[in-house]
């Protein structure tokens, strides 16, 4: 089993990154702040923050219950969106005052328009992704961006200046380079952190004050300066559908596979290209957002995701990869086929897992099977 000393500012971290409502979101709306709801990658939270709202990227935890969501969004639609469409309808939500909706797959769009529907909020934007990436595209998405702030610009009563831009992009660097440092960390020969705990920090990131943020992501640098994960079998790499589910990284790692690194929207795939701080911000926010977004959506950039996490493989050191999608997830289930069959060619392990989200059911599922991935690859 994978294990390492969690000292006080890392359980500080995993505190909150456990719960939707953190103590730093109920004090931002006793202040009179608004907060923004948005889930894709290809949303800037930069324009959010540069309005001078909180952007805060959905997340579900692991939900395990969609009762109330099944009678709005059919149980053949991907299960994280369920359980996100659950907690936007049950109230847990309730404190947002606005979501961004996105084009990341028809699932999102219908996660996000059945709740608007259900249970509206005061300001709703879409926010349309090009599926490809020429001229006319990125001359597309930027106007969708520009489009964007004009609409919180109008409902909020706000400016959003090429000032406050350039200064948000400045704020999210800093928690970018935080995060960066801590995948090296986790990535080199000694590992310092756990998948999950990487995974509380990224889920952090998105969920408290930018300060706050950096405040316990160095807290937590520091007192992991110098240690190791030990006990662990194999260095794994997990890879595929959107997930935030704690106890799935958790399960994995239990049974000796340290999750070194990964590709994930809920992850590195969200902060691994830096900003361009010198020049347009529109120019800037839309060549990371959209050229850089490395999503199967993105049917023509295949070639460059297979190159990514070849790439993350080799400086990860991994013994085996899991690549995974939610039951129904269309576009990461196709992409996985092609995934696995490029990683086998070139005799890297791989374990194919179909999984529905947030099932405890499946979490035992899962740990027989990569149990049994261990024992293939040798760990």
């Known amino acids: 089993m994978s294990s ?22 109920k004090k931002w709306k006793e202040g009179g702040g608004k907060v923004v709801g948005y889930t894709c990658v290809f949303t800037p939270p930069e324009i959010i923050d540069a309005a001078g709202l909180f952007p805060y990227r959905i997340r579900a935890l692991g939900n395990p219950n969609t009762e109330i969501a099944d009678s709005h969004l059919a149980r053949f639609n991907c299960s994280f969106c369920r359980s996100c469409l659950q907690l936007g309808l049950d109230g847990t939500y309730d404190f947002l005052d606005g979501l961004v909706e996105s084009n990341g797959c028809d699932h999102i769009r219908g996660m996000y328009e059945n709740w608007q529907y259900v249970k509206p909020v005061s300001f709703f934007h879409y926010v ?18 520009r489009l964007f702030m004009k609409a919180l610009e109008e409902h909020f009563k706000v400016e959003i200046t090429d000032e406050a831009l350039k200064s948000s992009m400045e704020k999210q660097e800093e928690i ?38 950096i405040r316990m992501a160095d807290a937590a640098i520091e007192e992991r300066k110098g240690s190791s994960v030990s006990g662990y079998r194999a260095r794994l790499m997990l890879a595929g559908a959107a997930t935030d589910e704690l106890e799935l990284v958790r399960a994995v790692e239990a049974v000796g596979g340290l999750v070194v690194t990964d590709a994930l929207c809920y992850g590195l795939r969200a902060f691994y290209s830096p900003l361009d701080l010198e020049g347009d ?30 790439g993350k493989i080799e400086d990860a050191s991994v013994d085996g990869v899991v690549v995974m999608h939610n039951k129904f997830c269309d576009v990461h289930g196709v992409d996985n086929v092609q995934i696995r069959l490029d990683l086998e060619k070139r005799n890297i392990p791989v374990l194919a897992l179909e999984k529905e989200y947030g099932s405890r059911a499946d979490v035992g599922r899962i740990r027989t099977r990569v149990q049994a991935f261990l024992e293939r690859i040798g760990g």
Do not use: W
């Open 281 to 310: 911000p529109v120019e800037a926010m839309a060549d990371v957002y959209m050229k850089d977004m490395l999503c199967p959506r993105m049917y023509e950039e295949y070639a460059k995701r297979r190159d990514f996490i070849l």
């Open 176 to 213: 970018k380079e935080r995060l960066r440092t801590i995948y090296e960390m986790r990535e080199g020969k000694n590992p310092a952190f756990t998948g999950a705990e990487a995974l509380s920090l990224f889920l952090l990131a998105s969920a408290v004050p930018d300060e706050e943020f």
């Open 4 to 25: 390492v000393t969690v000292g006080t500012a890392m359980q500080e971290v995993i505190d909150h990154s456990e719960v939707v409502e953190n103590e730093f979101v």
């Open 128 to 145: 349309k992704a090009p599926h490809v990436i020429t001229d006319d595209s990125m001359d597309y998405y930027r106007e969708e961006l």
